[in-house]
Antibody
Framework: EVQLVESGGGLVQPGGSLRLSCAAS????????MHWVRQAPGKGLEWVSG????????IYADSVKGRFTISRDNSKNTLYLQMNSLRAEDTALYYC????????????WGQGTLVTVSS | EIVLTQSPGTLSLSPGERATLSCRAS???????LAWYQQKPGQAPRLLIY???SRATGIPDRFSGSGSGTDFTLTVSRLEPEDFAVYYC?????????FGQGTKLEIK
């Protein structure tokens, strides 16, 4: 059974940093692209960032480019999101998601970890 | 940047009825990279359709997707009580993923 479990969320002040983790199990982690998608309270879904299976290629939404860094450790089956220079508008539930190969869709999602940016 | 606009914002229907949800792209997109998701309160999204018309694993055949170019449709042929939720379309292109704003399907 595929499982994705996010952790690392919490309350942080504007300008602060946070590192999210996503522990994966039930599939061969090193052969799939992985992504982060967020959802502000009461709002829709917003794609944040993605990383290739090897970790050699990364992409970011314009809203987080230069502030967030996605990475992965295939030996630990874990995905990360380093978030710096956090803003109030980054407040959201952050999901990690496994990408289906060619169709570029997300077939498995975690339950999310909540990030709140507030003073 | 491609913008996906979903309509209607809210759709009120009764169980057993047919639901038709629309997703319109601001420019022509590849149907290979068009997906639909269902999200219920307090839950993560669930993939329903990928490649515009292929059902994901375990998705009932009352869910179907169609469309090409700029206009895509998710159809639920006969609504079951568990189908009332928010639905999102999503597209990939030019190293960016985009979601529509969502359609809420509510019980009439």
């Amino acid at each position: 059974e595929v499982q994705l479990v996010e952790s690392g969320g919490g309350l942080v002040q504007p300008g602060g940093s946070l590192r999210l983790s996503c522990a994966a199990s039930g599939f061969t982690f090193s052969t799939y692209g992985m992504h982060w998608v967020r959802q502000a309270p009461g709002k829709g879904l917003e794609w944040v960032s993605g990383i290739s299976d090897s970790g050699g290629s990364t992409i970011y939404a314009d809203s987080v480019k230069g502030r967030f860094t996605i990475s992965r450790d295939n030996s630990k089956n874990t995905l990360y999101l380093q978030m710096n220079s956090l803003r109030a508008e980054d407040t959201a539930l952050y999901y990690c998601a496994k990408r289906v190969g060619t169709p570029r869709a997300f077939d498995y999602w975690g339950q999310g970890t909540l990030v709140t940016v507030s003073s | 940047e491609i913008v996906l606009t979903q309509s209607p914002g809210t759709l009120s229907l009764s169980p057993g009825e047919r639901a038709t949800l629309s997703c319109r792209a601001s420019q022509s997109v590849s149907s290979s990279y068009l997906a639909w998701y269902q999200q219920k309160p307090g839950q993560a999204p669930r993939l329903l359709i990928y490649g515009a018309s292929s059902r994901a694993t375990g998705i009932p055949d009352r869910f179907s997707g169609s469309g090409s170019g700029t206009d895509f449709t998710l159809t639920v042929s006969r609504l079951e009580p568990e189908d009332f939720a928010v639905y999102y379309c999503q597209h990939y292109g030019s190293s960016q993923y985009t979601f529509g704003q969502g359609t809420k399907l509510e019980i009439k």
